[in-house]
């Protein structure tokens, strides 16, 4: 047993080695989109620990350039603006992260829904097409305004006009998915329902919803920015990016490292979020693995 079983796990390994690489070189959207964002929430939750207090004020130190003591400088106030930025990304990822599970559960619930129920799809959909003729900066403005500045409420304002978009995708695959042979002989053998659904119907909504979850936690972060930047996102005392180029915009000319260290991380953040979510849609995408598939069979001849 000893002596037969050393072979197969060293033909496994062996096997799994080269998957990865295989996989990076293949999809290297994937890799280098999830390997910006795995270290930018890193970067983020372990802030308290590196980057100092982002509230203590030092006006002896006002606009000072980048230094030693300081690598991004300091802002009006005398804040350290390395440490405001830090602490910033916890915002800005949080709002996007949120934002976007929220979207997906309750676009997938409307959309599974809708696309089973006749009477319920004409209500909610023309429910989510008037949510989608609605811009989404003035509807999180209008919420913002009656209920009050938060993090929550933020979240709230800028998942709602994202829903509609999620809704309709994953109604359009469970109206093209429930046709399907599979799915219609599960129903005919006696499958309840609730059991279809999660076995055959679910998981074809899965790659696509992952995708216009990428999409929509890029939209949540830039909508978070200018939010925050108008005034009516996160509240001045909590560091943000959006908080923190809007107050320093006043002194671009004067110290342009302010804003530039909160803008650059939050291109650097939305970038790595498109980066996933366009090697998610190559991944998933059908068509691309038959291309890769022929390119592969092609090389070996």
């Known amino acids: 047993m000893t002596l037969s ?3 197969v796990e060293s033909l496994s390994v062996s096997r799994l080695r080269p998957s990865i690489p295989r996989l990076a070189s293949r999809h290297p959207l994937v890799f280098i989109g999830g390997g910006l964002l795995a270290l930018l929430i890193i970067l983020a939750l372990a802030a308290p620990l590196y980057a100092g207090d982002p509230l203590n004020m030092d006006p002896f130190k006002r606009l000072h350039p980048p230094s030693a003591e300081m690598w991004f400088g300091s802002d009006n106030l005398g804040r350290d603006v390395f440490a405001r930025t830090m602490l910033g990304a916890r915002i800005s990822l ?7 599970a929220s979207a997906a559960f ?3 619930l409307i959309g599974v829904i809708a696309g089973y129920n006749r009477s319920f799809d004409n209500v909610a959909m023309r429910i989510m097409d008037g949510l989608m003729a609605i811009p989404t900066i003035l509807l999180a403005i209008a919420l913002i305004s009656v209920t009050g500045a938060g993090i929550g409420i933020l979240i709230l304002a800028i998942t709602v006009p994202s829903i509609p ?3 309709r995708l994953v109604r359009s695959v469970v109206l093209s998915v429930r046709t399907r042979p599979y799915v219609e002989a599960a129903l005919c053998g006696g499958a309840r329902l609730p059991k279809v659904l999660w076995r055959h119907i679910l998981p074809s909504t899965i790659p696509p919803l992952m995708v216009q979850s990428a999409n929509v ?3 949540a972060i830039l909508t978070e920015a200018g939010l925050s930047f108008l005034g009516v996102g996160v509240p001045t005392e909590i560091p943000s990016w959006g908080n923190m180029i809007s107050s320093s915009s006043l002194y671009l000319g004067v110290a342009p490292f302010t804003v530039f260290a909160p803008g650059i991380c939050l291109v650097i953040t939305v970038l790595a979020v498109n980066l996933l979510g366009d090697g998610l849609r190559d991944l998933f995408d059908p068509r691309s693995k ?3 598939y022929h390119a592969t069979r092609n090389h070996r001849r």
Request: net charge positive; aromatic share 0%.
């Open 5 to 7: 079983s050393a072979p």
């Open 217 to 219: 936690c890029a939209s």
């Open 165 to 167: 978009s999620v809704a």
């Open 290 to 292: 038959g291309r890769a």
């Open 106 to 108: 309750g676009g997938l």
């Open 94 to 100: 949080m709002v996007g992260l949120m934002s976007a």
